[in-house]
């Protein structure tokens, strides 16, 4: 028995050198799921949203029959697929990360942007996915084999391995340019940052900080004081580069 598959976009991108065309003739003896089908050649279930087969949409469990003709579409962002069959639980209100321990500079990067970005380096795979689970997060990984297990329901596969490249991806692809909040969370602990009267934390302060800077604001997990200093300018090339 086989079926043909098609995968669109950068779905293309999972596949090997010998599948230029993204259309893949797929043999088996006995039907399986589409997830399986999918995830076969090298595509994470969490990049997918639509499956088409025939024309008619399907979720994951689909089980796969001869002669079928499968169409496999990543996240559309020009236009709404709502009202066909959703792949996954509804999309989060909230948008909140989970980030495994090869994506720090990542991490600091959404943090910086404002968006509530979880990251320890030394997490395992269970503890991140336990972790997104139980704390409503999408997992960013670069570890395709992490994104097929299958108690992840929100995740991406982050394709870059240039943290600005992969901060311009994950806004774009889950379209944060209008939830910005940048310099709002702390860059080494997550928490929100507060306001604070300089006079506070003077005794703190480099000397010229003290005499130039009049606005600060401190974490209030780790103590962590911010300010705009020299580091500023490429911090708002980072902010112009996503749209902020």
């Given at each position: 028995?086989?079926?043909?598959?098609?995968?669109?976009?950068?779905?293309?991108?999972?596949?090997?050198?010998?599948?230029?065309?993204?259309?893949?003739?797929?043999?088996?003896?006995?039907?399986?799921?589409?997830?399986d089908v999918i995830e076969s050649y090298g595509v994470p279930h969490t990049d997918v949203e639509l499956i088409l087969v025939g024309g008619?949409?399907?979720?994951?469990?689909?089980?796969?029959?001869?002669?079928?003709?499968?169409?496999?579409?990543?996240?559309?962002?020009?236009?709404?697929?709502?009202?066909?069959?959703?792949?996954?639980?509804?999309?989060?209100?909230?948008?909140?990360?989970?980030?495994?321990?090869?994506?720090?500079?990542?991490?600091?990067?959404?943090?910086?942007?404002?968006?509530?970005?979880?990251?320890?380096?030394?997490?395992?795979?269970?503890?991140?996915?336990?972790?997104?689970?139980?704390?409503?997060?999408?997992?960013?990984?670069?570890?395709?084999?992490?994104?097929?297990?299958?108690?992840?329901?929100?995740?991406?596969?982050?394709?870059?391995?240039?943290?600005?490249?992969?901060?311009?991806?994950?806004?774009?692809?889950?379209?944060?340019?209008?939830?910005?909040?940048?310099?709002?969370?702390?860059?080494?602990?997550?928490?929100?940052?507060?306001?604070?009267?300089?006079?506070?934390?003077?005794?703190?302060?480099?000397?010229?900080?003290?005499?130039?800077?009049?606005?600060?604001?401190?974490?209030?997990?780790?103590?962590?004081?911010?300010?705009?200093?020299a580091h500023a300018a490429g911090l708002d090339r980072i902010l112009a580069a996503v749209g902020a």
């Open positions: 028995m086989r079926a043909f598959v098609r995968f669109y976009a950068e779905l293309r991108d999972f596949l090997s050198p010998g599948h230029p065309s993204g259309t893949v003739v797929h043999t088996f003896r006995v039907p399986g799921s589409v997830k008619e949409s399907v979720d994951f469990s689909y089980r796969v029959q001869d002669g079928d003709r499968i169409s496999v579409y990543p996240v559309f962002e020009s236009f709404d697929v709502a009202p066909l069959v959703r792949l996954r639980p509804e999309p989060m209100r909230q948008v909140r990360f989970v980030l495994d321990g090869h994506l720090g500079t990542l991490a600091r990067y959404l943090r910086l942007l404002g968006f509530d970005t979880a990251y320890a380096r030394s997490a395992s795979d269970r503890q991140l996915i336990r972790l997104a689970n139980t704390e409503g997060r999408i997992l960013l990984t670069r570890d395709v084999g992490l994104l097929k297990n299958r108690a992840v329901t929100h995740g991406h596969f982050v394709r870059s391995d240039l943290p600005r490249q992969q901060v311009l991806d994950v806004v774009n692809r889950f379209q944060l340019a209008g939830r910005l909040r940048p310099y709002s969370r702390c860059l080494a602990c997550n928490e929100v940052l507060e306001p604070v009267a300089k006079e506070a934390i003077a005794h703190r302060l480099p000397p010229l900080t003290r005499q130039y800077v009049d606005e600060s604001r401190t974490c209030p997990g780790c103590g962590k004081d911010y300010w705009r200093g």
